[in-house]
């Protein structure tokens, strides 16, 4: 009971950081339909955004996370208004190849600027580097802070979505966009505002990811990017509420397979699963059979 209580902390941490990085993908793909898989990348720009803040610059851990944030906020805003906008009216394999070469772009032209080594992160605060024990399972400070940021931020997110006017306009959008756009709503606008805020949260996933395995490198977005992207279609693309239960579903999945002893096939088994599910139910848990408009 104590191994299954422990890998189940240590899923919480890891399901945490990719729901943050597959609401990114539910929400743009409920807007536009769009996969954007250029996003892992972006999260991998907030990691080196948060590492230079904190190595170059000499700023705390919440200093660097909020300007990790707001830089890859502005990315994604710029990629959505450069790449994608021109395409709005393209085939969708257009845009899909769009999206693959803006995620080239992102790694190799980190790669170009920083080199293609791995990089630690710094010593954390005393804080975050404490532990303690509760009924024989060790919880990490860093665990819970993670765990708290990533809580307090989905939060945020469904405040915004649910309770405000720029939600319901992203949410008009998602329905029908040319019925929106004669009610009064930019649509453009919208669109972007759901790169900037999907693009935030990846941005605070990078940060985090770089604190708690304390190695990131260029090439770091790929993996993580393809697990939150399989997590938002386990539990359903374009659902917020079914990225966060694939998401951290997968964490654990994930975890539970390395704690077995059988880390060396954990991505394998994750994705295995990912086509069980499909196979079984093609909407993912959450999703329902909607016929395409024609």
Do not use: W
Not at 19 to 29: D, P
Not at 117 to 145: C, D, H, I, M
Not at 231 to 236: H, P, R
């Amino acid at each position: 009971m104590e191994a299954f209580l422990q890998q189940l902390i240590n899923g919480l941490s890891l399901g945490s950081i990719y729901a943050l990085i597959a609401l990114g993908y539910t929400m743009v793909y409920g807007i536009i339909q769009l996969i954007n898989f250029a996003h892992g990348d972006v999260y991998m720009v907030g990691a080196f955004v948060g590492y230079f803040c904190m190595t170059t610059l000499r700023l705390g851990f919440f200093e660097s996370l909020v300007i990790a944030m707001a830089a890859c906020t502005l990315l994604g805003v710029l990629i959505e208004r450069v790449a994608y906008k021109p395409l709005r009216n393209s085939t969708r394999i257009a845009v899909l190849i769009t999206a693959i070469g803006v995620s080239l772009i992102l790694e190799y032209g980190m790669m170009y600027f920083v080199g293609a080594g791995v990089r630690s992160y710094p010593a954390l605060p005393p804080f975050l580097e404490g532990s303690f024990t509760l009924g024989g399972v060790v919880v990490k400070n860093l665990q819970l802070v993670i765990i708290g940021i990533s809580v307090t931020l989905m939060l945020i997110l469904q405040f915004i979505v649910r309770r405000t006017r720029v939600g319901k306009a992203m949410r008009a959008v998602s329905q029908d966009a040319e019925a929106a756009r004669l009610m009064g709503i930019n649509v453009d606008n919208t669109i972007s505002l759901t790169f900037a805020l999907g693009s935030a949260l990846a941005g605070a996933a990078g940060v985090l990811v770089g604190v708690y395995y304390n190695s990131i490198n260029p090439l770091m977005g790929i993996m993580p990017g393809l697990k939150a992207f399989v997590a938002a279609v386990f539990g359903g693309i374009g659902l917020i509420p079914g990225a966060l239960l694939g998401a951290y579903v997968i964490g654990s999945l994930e975890t539970f397979v390395a704690g077995a002893g059988y880390s060396m096939f954990r991505d394998a088994v994750v994705f295995a699963v990912l086509i069980a599910i499909l196979i079984v139910k093609p909407t993912g848990l959450l999703g329902k059979n909607v016929k395409e408009k024609v």
